[in-house]
């Protein structure tokens, strides 16, 4: 555990009653100077932490942020899994964090968390809007797999999401492929896969999730956008977090250790694509299968079918529903 985070938990076990500076520096064998510093840098990150004379530290409120030692209590079957848990404040994209990370060898189960980026990504380059009040992040996985098997992966990293908010008491996520999660109807997460791979072996992949915890406050939101807050009362960052983090874990392990049809009744029971008519694109925009959608097969490809009976599956793509009538 990080200094500061045994810094914290002294304040924590020291409860109203708060503890001083100086019995916390002699438990953890540092100065005075060092903890008053360590209680700075946690109130820079959002806890209320006050200085009452005579008594010394007193934690009064948590912050609703997701940050490690608020999310790792709240783990549960996947404690074990994720090994590593940083971040929590703001940064530019926790993807950009993780991969530097996964470069420099970081093992599977390293994650980094974030309460607001500046530069979020989706996919194909754009946007993912970031504001204070979601939650973003970024797990190292190293499957041993072909990197074509890579794509399945977002559509059970969707599941284990899905099963993660079922936790936090959200009505049923439904997931529209390949990688968006949807409650209400609006857009409540979304999936960024990246990694680095040989030919025929993948090294590393960083799992991205952006998630919309609650809307910032005046920060605008884009259209077809769902919160957890709007279903879920009290919805706080660190316990969606923690419990995203057990069902993608467990989906992952699902996933690696019998290949995406370990998951797929478990998909088509949450598919919001299913009898819709639709079309898909490519990189360029051009329209490169329309049909209406029979499922997902068994690599997590989207099976069309088209007027004349004929079937066709595609592997990457982005999909616009049809107006039927036209
Ligand atoms: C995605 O891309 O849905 C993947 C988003 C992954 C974001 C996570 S956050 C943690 C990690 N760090 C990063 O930098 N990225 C990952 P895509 O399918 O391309 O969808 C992007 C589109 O969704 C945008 O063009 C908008 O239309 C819409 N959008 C942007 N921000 C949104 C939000 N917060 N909620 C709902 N929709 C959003």
């Known amino acids: 555990m990080a200094t500061r985070d045994i810094v914290l938990a002294a304040l924590r076990a020291a409860g109203s009653a ?46 609703d942020a997701p940050l490690p030692p608020e999310v790792r209590p709240l783990l549960t079957s996947s404690a074990g899994f994720w090994t590593r848990i940083d971040g929590g404040g703001e940064t530019g994209s926790t993807n950009d964090d993780a991969r530097v990370l996964a470069r420099s060898g970081a093992p599977e189960g390293t994650v980094v968390l974030a309460s607001r980026q500046t530069a979020g990504r989706g996919r194909l380059g754009r946007t993912w809007s970031s504001p204070g009040g979601g939650a973003y992040l970024s797990a190292v996985l190293r499957p041993a797999v072909a990197p074509a098997d890579v794509s399945s992966l977002a559509l059970a990293v969707g599941v284990g999401i899905a099963r993660g908010l079922a936790e936090t008491g959200a009505p049923d996520a439904r997931l529209k492929w390949p990688n968006d999660v949807l409650l209400g109807g609006g857009k409540v997460a979304g999936v960024l896969l990246e990694m680095a791979a040989e030919t025929d072996r993948v090294d590393w992949v960083v799992v991205g999730v952006g998630l919309n915890v609650r809307r910032g406050p005046g920060e605008p939101h884009p259209p077809g956008a769902a919160f957890l807050a709007d279903s879920v009362d009290g919805a706080r960052s660190a316990a969606t977090v923690a419990a995203v983090l057990d069902g993608i874990a467990a989906a992952y392990e699902e996933w690696r250790d019998g290949g995406f ?18 079309a898909v694109r490519d990189l360029a925009g051009r329209v490169v299968a329309t049909g209406t959608v029979d499922g997902v097969d068994d ?28």
């Open 299 to 326: 690599a997590g490809r989207l099976v069309l079918r088209s007027a004349d009976g004929g079937v066709s599956a595609v592997s990457a793509g982005e999909v616009t529903l049809r107006d039927p009538s036209r």
């Open 261 to 278: 049809p370990a998951l797929l009744a478990e998909y088509e029971r949450r598919d919001a694509l299913r009898g819709m008519e639709v």
């Open 18 to 63: 708060g503890v001083s500076g100086e019995t916390i520096a002699r438990e953890l064998g540092m100065s005075r100077v060092a903890i008053a510093k360590h209680v700075s840098a946690l109130r820079d990150a959002g806890y209320d932490i006050q200085a009452v004379p005579g008594t010394g530290y007193r934690l009064v409120a948590t912050p």
